[in-house]
């Protein structure tokens, strides 16, 4: 794989303490995107905001979904610049990108510039969302990874892939090694949200879903190691 764009949950960001940013965690995000950007992967990053604030779940407690939604894409710039702190105290170079205009916290995102900044050897971390409201960071990190011309999108959860049901939930749920779009669509599996999948199908993105969370697991994916779900067209 020579790009790809890593999808990393914002609630996994707060690791045991359940808001917020936990340093550690953070610390171990850097260290395995430094791991495989030292591989010479170039490297497109989004990261959510459910840590700090969710807008639909905003909404449902009576803010209003617009900005809600604008809520949610500033708590996803926090989380960007953690990161970018992180990999920046371990000598990774990287950029922050914004979907909307927030200069000098970020540059504005386009795609010419974030492909001339990775292979330039540059982490880039896309924050904002699409820069739209009713759009998620699954959605958002499909269309930077399309965008991008990445060959493959991984998305880092808390669960070692992709579950017939949810496995915290269902000690019975099943893990698939491999599952099609259709499947995933046809099942209702929260992989993520249904405009991501379909956006990926369309333009026959796969996506490999695996547990971030352990530490060492990014590099394994990276070399190959069969430890998460892949979802692909066939």
């Known amino acids: 794989m020579k790009r ?12 045991a303490q359940g808001y917020g940013i ?25 990261i959510g905001g459910g ?11 009576g803010f209003d979904r617009v900005k809600g939604d604008q809520m949610g894409m500033c708590a996803t710039v926090i989380n960007s610049l953690a990161l970018s702190s992180a990999l920046g105290a371990i000598g990774v170079k990287n950029r922050v990108l914004t979907a909307i205009r927030m200069e000098p916290i970020g540059e504005f995102y386009t795609k010419w510039r974030a492909i001339e900044a990775m292979e330039a050897g540059y982490v880039c971390i896309f924050s904002a969302g699409t820069g739209s409201p009713y759009f998620t960071t699954d959605t958002g990190s499909s269309l930077r ?3 991008i011309e990445a060959d493959l999108m991984l998305k880092g959860t808390r669960v070692d892939g992709v579950y017939t049901a949810d496995p915290e939930k269902d000690p019975t749920a099943t893990k698939f090694d491999k599952i099609t779009y259709q499947e995933v ?4 599996l929260k992989v993520m949200d249904l405009t991501a999948i379909c956006m990926c199908q369309d333009n026959n993105l796969p996506i490999y879903v695996f547990n ?13 190691e069969n430890i998460g779900t892949l979802v692909t067209k066939e």
């Open 22 to 46: 936990d340093p550690e965690r953070l610390s171990q995000y850097a260290e395995q995107i430094k791991e495989i950007h030292a591989m010479g992967v170039e490297i497109g990053i989004v």
């Open 145 to 147: 990874a399309i965008e």
């Open 185 to 188: 669509l046809e099942r209702g």
């Open 51 to 61: 840590n700090i604030f969710r807008g639909l779940s905003g909404s449902q407690k």
């Open 4 to 15: 790809i764009l890593l999808k990393l949950s914002g609630e996994s960001l707060m690791g």
């Open 212 to 224: 971030m969370d352990k530490v060492g697991n990014l590099k394994k994916v990276i070399q190959g």
